[in-house]
């Protein structure tokens, strides 16, 4: 069957995730003394995964996190500025092909979902802000639990009336995404982007350099 719907993580596939952490949260402890060249994101993915185990204002796991990471460096940041760090979320940018696959996607027929592990405003600010086309979008909010738990798609399911074999999600993480979608039967399209080397035991159905990539595998 012809895929009719994609369904998309946001933060990491559309956003460009990795580089707002650096430049928000990195920079804000190197103002407090982290070595430049530091990376905070492998120390941040850790400890986040460790807030999402049950449910919460994903605001609140951004600022817990923020807070676990400065004190993993043995340096200090203020509650204040940990909740403007989570509140930051909405000004982070979008890959350079996100905008233009996403049009591309719309006029070939596609319906657009995203699947995110975050609160429904900021979500509805990041596509307002950065001109997102899409059709529809699932929240950890609105399902009250956080990938890699099945929540989001039973919901996405339910709401839109589609078969699964219709379905191709689409997504940067094999941890939250790719790995549950291949238990529920999905077929998924892993966005490698960094060149990253694919587990043996993980097989996306089809894997992109990024989201241009994507737009010969649907068709």
Known sequence: MKFTHLTFDC???LIDWRNGLESNLGGLLRR????????????YLKFEAEQEGKYRPYKAILKDTALSVANN???????????????????WKPFRD??????????????????????????????HRNGLAI?????AEDVRSYKPAVGHWNRFFEQYKVPKDATLHVAQSLYHDIVPCRGLGIATAWIN????????????TFICPNLMGLLSVVE
């Open 98 to 127: 996100t905008v233009a696959s996403l049009h591309e996607l719309g006029k070939r027929g596609y319906k657009r979902v995203i699947l995110s592990n975050i609160d429904r405003d900021l979500l509805e600010e990041t596509i």
């Open 193 to 204: 982007r960094y060149g990253e080397e694919k587990p043996a035991q993980v097989e996306p």
């Open 73 to 91: 460096f043995h340096l200090a940041i203020s509650d204040n500025e940990a909740q403007q760090f989570a509140e930051s979320i909405p000004d």
């Open 32 to 43: 407090r003394g982290l070595p430049a060249g530091t990376n905070v994101y492998p120390t």
């Open 135 to 139: 059709d529809g979008y699932v929240t």
């Open 11 to 13: 933060y990491g596939t």
